[in-house]
């Protein structure tokens, strides 16, 4: 049996920029975000478990995409980013001494090409986590169970037809 509420908050800074070389050709990207969280957990049935606890990440992004030759629209691209996910109220309650937030570190490159109204780009993706977020059936909570990985790649082509409408 249990009865607590907890309220969880979330407070974030975030600066990017982005620079332009070689007439536009190559453009750099870059960017910091910081994530902070606040649960403030009042167990109702067991007070000592009350507790106010903080917990934050920081979270780059950085990205880069080269066009060699202007005259062919054919563009390269690198990209990193990250992202965290907390865990729900019912999984703090349940596990107080867990871990609350994970990160997510999203790798892909890939290269995109525009012919009249047809676009087309094929990249590969890397995505490493610092635990996996697994829902738990039997109590409705979620856990972070480890870390993991997956990677992959995507092949778009997308035909304009006429004004807002296109084909992918």
Not at 87 to 96: E, K, N
Not at 136 to 150: H, I, K, Q, Y
Request: glycine content about 10%.
């Amino acid at each position: 049996v249990t009865l607590a509420h907890v309220r969880v908050a979330n407070g974030a800074g975030y600066l990017q920029d982005s620079l332009a070389f070689f007439n536009g050709r190559m453009m750099v990207e870059g960017g910091l975000r910081y994530d902070v969280f606040r649960y403030d957990i009042r167990d109702r049935i067991d007070p000592q478990s009350s507790a106010l606890q903080n917990a934050g990440r920081w979270q780059p992004k950085f990205g880069w995409s080269l066009t060699p030759v202007r005259r062919l629209p054919v563009t390269l691209h690198v990209n990193y980013g990250r992202g965290i996910a907390s865990l729900d109220a019912r999984s703090i309650t349940q596990a107080p001494e867990r871990a609350r937030l994970a990160t997510t570190d999203f790798y892909q490159t890939g290269i995109s090409a525009r012919a009249g109204r047809a676009a087309f780009s094929v990249s590969s993706f890397l995505i490493d986590r610092s635990n996996e977020m697994v829902y738990v059936a039997d109590d409705g909570s979620f856990e972070l169970l480890g870390p993991s990985r997956s990677y992959g790649g995507e092949a778009k082509v997308a035909v304009d037809i006429a004004g807002p409408l296109s084909f992918s």
